[in-house]
């Protein structure tokens, strides 16, 4: 594996004495979607899993986890937030409400802590990888983990 810059989500988990592992693609090709990226990876979908960043009625911003396969049920994921209805946040909101870009969006360290959901389904595994904040790195982790390092819940999110 090649040496890397540790990113912010790198940073958090070291100083909560979280352990992890990483996994480098590439990313010239500019294909950066979460199948592409476990395929690259040599995962299997189940266990990769992407960030969503919604935002819902009251104009609250909410982060999503799920397997890259699946879609977000926006029903699921309004009543996890406790909302009447919620959408996902426009594309050109994302960097500017988390620090992070498409394809490169950690629930771990953004900008603002917003209030996460990991989906159910990663209970099944004992690791999981999520994006290490820039596009080309996905971090290696026990879901647990990553509860505790997103202060986060699990739901039924797909």
Known sequence: MK??????????????????DY????????????????????QNPEIVFKTLVSI????????FCIPVEYELNLKKAAKAAEEKN?????????????GYVRGGCSPIGMKKHYKT?????????????????????QLILKPDDLIKAAEASYEDLV
């Open 23 to 42: 996994s480098t693609y590439e990313c010239e090709d500019g294909k950066v979607d979460g199948v592409s990226v476990a395929h690259k990876t040599g």
């Open 86 to 98: 919620i959408e996902l946040l426009p594309l050109k909101d994302l960097t500017k409400n988390t």
């Open 56 to 63: 819902g009625h009251s104009k609250e911003l909410y982060v």
């Open 117 to 137: 959901f990991i989906d159910e389904s990663a209970l099944l595994h004992d690791k999981i990888l999520v994006s290490g904040g820039i596009i080309g790195i």
């Open 3 to 20: 040496k890397i810059n540790k990113t912010n989500a790198m940073r958090i988990l070291e100083s909560m004495n979280i352990n992890y």
